[in-house]
């Protein structure tokens, strides 16, 4: 669909933005067809970038006048598609809202815009000695309005928990148009949660105009230690033992010999490139006891097998972090496309799920890597492979299948921390029933009774009496 | 070989970007903009609708293309090793091939003959003089009336004294001069082959130009002497002349050439003390895109500089300042804004001025009014020759 200017949607939402600040080349609205996931062939209308809570209002009202759902959207990183645009709506970028608002540092309050990058955040914070503890991997690019749509998560999150607990209040623009303010800053709210509910809804239940986020002290001290281990049983099972014995570091990684490589290749940490799986473990809080919480998990990684290695220095610590974080990025070394799981399982469960996707993988002649949040048992396999080979993406898909079912067997759930999005909606009814997912969209629809905000995502077809005409169309080619 | 489509970018650079956009904070035009376009993952899935499903080359396409600064501050934060700088050459050289006319190749004509470039230099400064050119609007620096003599001290490096930075800072050569001979050596200056290196006209996708000069300055610079270059923009395409050109000679010239700074720091040693002329100056250094993310040798400029001043370092991880060669004079608009972010990272810094080891950005951010210095030229002042 073309929208020419004299277009009444186009005529409305100029109306609310300057013309250079809602976009309808093609190029353009082909470029924001997708985020970070693997889903292409999504395909924008108007791309609009408001820079008030007004202008906000102003584009979904006109949205909404001309019948055409809203799409928010940040930097685009999302992994589970839910910024990915169906059937050409107006797609509500965030990413000129990048402003601190207000900082209360006695309160350990900000009020930001949600198109401010995370680790802007932290950074901006550190003369106040204080930072915003959910760190996802792309913490150095994601916008925190994405953080609370996905409800995001992080390394740093197994001790302080994921965004939800740090999200005091949001402003939200209804799809009436109307600016709400869900939760309260000073973090007292009367009757329902009703930011609890909000957090984690991927831009179903409206737009995030501005966060009240909850601020962390940063520690007095960190310990990073680097194990190394001659198998992965051996390291999940010193994952396991660190939380029985009592200590809750403040992050436990893990990741698997494939993915060793390529990330030492690119950062050069001195990972150890013929360990089996390597876990990053930090621990923070008052020197005495910190010291005394790493003998202790350096002690256990030992009686297991595994080597220990300590960060010296900021910089070394920096460095591992650095090779943790770029993974995923660093997998184009080897095949120039690749699909990342999220699922969650019992973390006493963990080297006998990492198997079964070994399993999985070997019967579908993939390639896979693991690097994960094994402290809390969120599992990230990653399926490499190539888009352009003919057939792959039936092996691919089908392979990610058999995980989540494996996961979900054990006791585990879809999703750790990216959301469900597209890529995992149609395998909601393997986790809940027909009365929880009717009740879901109950919800979503005592915020968007029209269903037009970020329509066809994390809902499946039919979950609903409703008659949902958007959710049965998702275009063709949208799998990628 | 591997198979060219439309654009003329490899299909394997161009299928190895998985978008995670984890480049789109280190992007310049993508930090003042925040949109997808100006992005270098918004570039390259422009890229790829144009070669690999044939949407037009339209004026957003164009937009997206000529906006980016080449600066290639996305290389180093790629995980996956996207060369970005080389899909954005092969396409700025298709886009070249389908302009039918080019008034840039015609500047860039003038950069190859030095005689030309003198003589509408000292025009150019009469004319300044005169106050007929509104130099500040057309981000010009004050170009000199008269020029000192470079005089050859020997062979045993060659000093790469290109095209725009002879013609206008011929006195930044001088210092650096200066500063290599104390370390015991003798400088050779190369004669009118090696005008220009060829950056801006490879930039602007002017390929065969750029290669014919870069044939001439190879032969003007022969030997096995090491080359010192000691502006960043030049110093990385000297490097990549290997790549370019692809020749045994061409890659054997590439590995004789070192920025300045790394040569010097390797010298360390040899280099004179501080002398009393010491000023209590704090110095922020400004790190050259091509210097930091192309030549990846930024660290020897603040190792050496750190010898004789007070250093500071910006906090904006190498962020470009704007200036990208000709960017700033085809995109004053975006250059500007890119620059307001540097100007604020000086101001953070509480430095009293800037070194920059590039002319471009000399001239970009003087004309914001900051007081910037080649780190030389800081050294020069208060090195002590006689010490």
Known sequence: MKFRKADPLMRDLRRVLPSDRVRVAPLERSIMGRDASIFEGGRAGPVCFPISTEEVQGCVDAARRHGRAVVPRGAGTGLAGGAVPLEEPVVVVATKMNRLLSVDAEQRVAWVQPGMINLDLSRALAPFGLHFAPDPSSQQVCSLGGNVGTNAGGPHCLALGVTSAHVLAAEVVLMSGESVVLGDAGGWTPGLDLRGAYVGSEGMLGVTTAIAVRLTRNPPAVETLLLAFDSVDAAAQTVSAVIADGIVPAAIEMMDKNIIWAVENFVGAGFPTDAAAVVIVEVDGLPGGVAAEADRVAELAVERGGSVRRATDDEERALIWKGRKSAFGAIAQIKPNYYLHDTVVPRTRLAEVMNQVYEIVDEHDLQVMNVFHAGDGNLHPLLLYDGREPGIMDRVHAAGSAIIEASLAVGGVLSGEHGIGIEKRDFMPLMFSEADLDAQARLRRAFDPEEMANPGKVLPTGASCADVKALDNIPEGVWG | ?387
Request: net charge neutral; proline share 5%.
């Open chain 2, 1 to 387: 070989m591997t198979a060219k489509k439309s654009l003329g970018i490899d299909t394997e650079e161009l299928a190895s970007c998985v978008s995670c956009g984890l480049c789109l904070p280190h992007c310049p035009t993508f930090r003042v903009t925040g949109e997808e376009w100006a992005s270098p993952r918004g570039r390259i899935s422009a890229m790829r609708q144009v070669q690999d499903h044939g949407l037009a080359v339209d004026e957003s396409f164009l937009a997206s293309m000529d906006s980016c600064v080449q600066c290639r501050g996305c290389e180093p934060a790629c995980p996956s090793g996207v060369p970005f700088g080389s899909m954005m050459e092969a396409t700025q050289a298709e886009l070249a091939r389908r302009r039918r006319v080019d008034w840039r190749q015609w500047g860039f004509w003038v950069l190859g003959h030095r005689w030309l470039l003198n003589l509408l230099s000292r025009s150019l400064a009469v004319v300044q003089r005169l106050r007929l050119v509104p130099s500040k609007r057309l981000g010009l620096p004050k170009i000199p009336l008269v020029q000192e003599r470079l005089r050859a001290t020997g062979n045993d490096v060659w000093l790469f004294t290109g095209c725009v930075m002879d013609a206008w800072q011929r006195s930044t050569h001088a210092s650096v001069k200066r500063v290599v001979e104390s370390a015991g050596a003798g400088v050779a200056l190369p004669g009118p082959g090696a005008a220009c290196c060829g950056a801006l006209s490879l930039h602007a996708g002017l390929e065969d130009h750029a290669h014919a000069l870069a044939a001439r300055t190879m032969k003007a610079l022969e030997g096995s002497a090491p080359i010192l270059v000691d502006s960043a923009g030049c110093g990385a395409v000297l490097k990549e002349y290997g790549k370019h050109m692809g020749t045994p000679e061409a890659v054997a010239f590439s590995e004789r050439v070192m920025d300045v700074h790394e040569w010097l720091a390797a010298q360390a040693d040899q280099l004179p003390s501080v002398g009393e002329r010491r000023r209590d100056v704090t110095v922020a250094v400004h790190d050259p895109c091509h210097l930091r993310h192309v030549q990846r040798a930024h660290q020897p400029v603040a190792d050496v500089l750190s010898r004789y001043a007070t250093v500071v370092t910006l906090d904006d991880e190498g962020l470009c300042c704007g200036a990208g060669g000709a960017y700033a004079a085809m995109q004053p608009e975006l250059a500007a804004s890119i620059r307001d972010r540097k100007l604020e990272a000086i101001n953070r810094s509480g430095a009293d001025i800037v070194a920059s080891a590039n002319p471009g950005c000399t001239i970009h951010l003087a004309n914001a009014g900051v007081v910037v210095r080649h780190p030389l030229e800081i050294v020069d002042e208060v090195i002590d020759y006689d010490g």
